[in-house]
């Protein structure tokens, strides 16, 4: 299966940085108005799943029954979408997200079911870990365009959640590599990316490693993709803050109280 998975990341990414033709140019046309560069999507290996590309059976059905696959309709659904692969730490093909590029509003979702779980993996980190272990610190991110476009603009320790949790796994993985954390999530009208921040620093205060945890509160209703399409890298990191004891204690009170 990783064969597989491998070769089919290869070829849609092969795909991606040909001349193309209509579709394709759509799938381009969302990563320009993305500000995604062409390097960006080199460093990233992001790639384009054509209508009529085969999809081996080791990428579509990742170890699950066909006729149980068939039921979910995962083999019909990757297709027409931009690709977007996940490695894991060592450059690995672990799984992919991916985007139907009409849709605008930024949203991937994942194709590939278990084994891929993405609570064992940082976005990124296969590219980015050199420099998070010589600045000893990583920024943290919920998307995966949120990543690649802190890279693009020079925050190159960064790694992205994926928009879940960060788990026991993703701890480990940042040990690693460092001992200073900064967090900078969505806001949302809804306070869900307050809230993943809130957790994480009750996580990361919980683990006890960081000699510092700091956040980027960013305005409302931006999240760092959005924001770095306004602004420049420094404005981003000028919004940092080092958390004291009295603001971690804040975080996990207000994580309390939503419970």
């Known amino acids: ?32 108005g993305r500000q995604v560069s062409d390097e960006t999507i080199g460093n990233s290996k992001i790639g384009y799943c054509y209508n009529d590309q085969p999809i081996p059976n080791g990428v579509k059905f990742f170890g699950k029954d066909p006729e149980e696959i068939d039921t979910w309709g995962y083999s019909s659904t990757i297709k027409r979408r931009i690709i977007v692969p996940v490695f894991d730490e060592f450059g690995d093909a672990a799984g992919f997200a991916t985007h139907e590029p009409s849709n605008n509003d930024g949203t991937f ?13 940082l976005f990124f980190l296969n590219n980015t870990r050199k420099f998070i272990y010589d600045l000893n610190k990583v920024y943290l991110v919920e998307g995966y365009v949120d990543t690649i476009l802190l890279y693009q603009h020079g925050i190159y320790n960064v790694a992205g959640l994926m928009g879940t949790a960060l788990t026991q796994r993703k701890i480990s993985l940042i040990m690693r590599y460092c001992d200073n954390v900064c967090l ?32 980027i509160d960013l305005p409302m209703k ?18 940092e803050d080092v958390l004291t004891s009295a603001k971690i204690k804040d975080a996990k009170d207000r994580l309390r109280k939503t419970k």
């Open 184 to 215: 900078c999530m969505d806001t949302d009208e809804n306070n869900s990316g307050q809230k993943a921040r809130d957790k994480a620093i009750a996580t990361l205060n919980e683990f006890d490693f960081c000699d510092n945890i700091s956040v």
């Open 222 to 239: 931006e999240d760092p993709a959005s924001f770095l399409a306004n602004n420049s890298a420094q404005d981003l990191l000028d919004l």
């Open 1 to 32: 299966m990783t064969n597989d998975l491998s070769e089919f990341i290869h070829k849609c990414h092969r795909n991606i940085v040909s001349s193309g033709d209509n579709e394709l140019a759509v799938a381009k046309a969302y990563l320009d």
């Open 109 to 121: 979702w994942w194709n590939l079911p278990k084994p891929f779980f993405k609570g064992n993996h």
